[in-house]
């Protein structure tokens, strides 16, 4: 016997979407209820009305689908757009670093697997980059909340090979196959690892913790600004295997305008 369908409700963020068959969409969602799911938008290319703008990447709806089971295609039976993120689409460089977090959500959100967190982070972070202007640490701290609740937290406020707590008088550096810093003592000139500053390490901190209303006004110096980019990128390549192409493309651009 096939077991029948059961129609579900959820709000959820596009996160890709590619083009299927004569008119269909098979798209990738970050839900609030149900983790990331991959569905089926029947007929998206041929009737803009059924589905407006709302399969777009990164806009998000309320969608109604059914499934078979949790690990079958869904069949995605409508989207009620909440926000479509206008602010974010009429610029470049925000437009760029939303494919950022969807791709990083993506990469770092496990399939079925019900993940509030991360879709509450992303959708926090697009509506701060729609209302505020894109700063490196906009995208810093999101990164870094993004490590935490995926469980790659990296130890930043100890030596990770002693656990002694930083003070201001040591070196550190950031040692991406350990998830730390390491001090000078226990890691003398490591090759591997990035010299990071103090300073960075404090606002990552602040940037990881502080309420997200606030965050906007949490800016990285120049220096910290380098550090960081360098420290979280290196990392989440570690973790990955391989440097994304959004982000990629992300620093390119603004290296064209720095
Ligand atoms: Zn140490």
Same mark, same amino acid.
């Given at each position: 016997?096939?077991?029948?369908?059961?129609?579900?409700?959820?709000?959820?963020?596009?996160?890709?979407?590619?083009?299927?068959?004569?008119?269909?969409?098979?798209?990738?969602?970050?839900?609030?209820?149900?983790? !990331?799911?991959?569905?089926?938008?029947?007929?998206?290319?041929?009737?803009? !009305?059924?589905?407006?703008?709302?399969?777009?990447?990164?806009?998000?709806?309320?969608?109604?689908?059914?499934?078979?089971?949790?690990?079958?295609?869904?069949?995605?039976?409508?989207?009620?757009?909440?926000?479509?993120?206008?602010?974010?689409?009429?610029?470049?460089?925000?437009?760029?670093?939303?494919?950022?977090?969807?791709?990083?959500?993506?990469?770092?959100?496990?399939?079925?697997?019900?993940?509030?967190?991360?879709?509450?982070?992303?959708?926090?972070?697009?509506?701060?980059?729609?209302?505020?202007?894109?700063?490196?640490?906009?995208?810093?701290?999101?990164?870094?909340?993004?490590?935490?609740?995926?469980?790659?937290?990296?130890?930043?406020?100890?030596?990770?090979?002693?656990?002694?707590?930083?003070?201001?008088?040591?070196?550190?550096?950031?040692?991406?196959? !350990?998830?730390?810093?390491?001090?000078?003592?226990?890691?003398?000139?490591?090759?591997?690892?990035?010299?990071?500053?103090?300073?960075?390490?404090?606002?990552?901190?602040?940037?990881?913790?502080?309420?997200?209303?606030?965050?906007?006004?949490?800016?990285?110096?120049?220096?910290?600004?380098?550090?960081?980019?360098?420290?979280?990128?290196?990392?989440?390549?570690?973790?990955?295997?391989?440097?994304?192409?959004?982000?990629?493309?992300?620093?390119?651009?603004?290296?064209?305008?720095?």
């Amino acid at each position: 016997m096939i077991p029948s369908r059961t129609e579900l409700r959820t709000e959820a963020i596009v996160l890709r979407a590619i083009d299927y068959g004569e008119s269909d969409r098979i798209v990738t969602f970050c839900t609030a209820d149900f983790g !990331k799911i991959r569905g089926i938008a029947k007929g998206a290319r041929r009737s803009r !009305k059924r589905f407006a703008n709302a399969i777009e990447p990164f806009c998000c709806s309320r969608i109604l689908f059914s499934r078979r089971s949790p690990d079958s295609l869904a069949l995605i039976e409508g989207c009620d757009v909440l926000s479509h993120f206008p602010g974010i689409r009429s610029d470049l460089e925000k437009t760029l670093a939303a494919s950022c977090l969807i791709d990083l959500t993506d990469q770092f959100t496990p399939e079925d697997k019900k993940s509030e967190a991360s879709f509450c982070l992303l959708l926090d972070f697009l509506r701060l980059l729609e209302g505020t202007a894109l700063t490196e640490s906009l995208l810093r701290f999101f990164e870094i909340r993004l490590l935490r609740i995926s469980g790659y937290d990296p130890v930043l406020d100890r030596c990770i090979s002693c656990k002694t707590p930083i003070v201001k008088e040591a070196a550190y550096r950031f040692d991406a196959a !350990k998830g730390g810093l390491t001090c000078n003592i226990c890691a003398p000139g490591s090759r591997d690892a990035i010299p990071v500053s103090l300073g960075t390490i404090r606002t990552l901190l602040l940037g990881r913790e502080m309420e997200i209303d606030r965050l906007g006004r949490l800016l990285l110096s120049d220096q910290s600004a380098d550090e960081s980019r360098r420290l979280l990128a290196h990392f989440i390549r570690h973790l990955l295997g391989r440097e994304l192409k959004s982000v990629h493309v992300l620093n390119e651009i603004r290296r064209l305008y720095v």
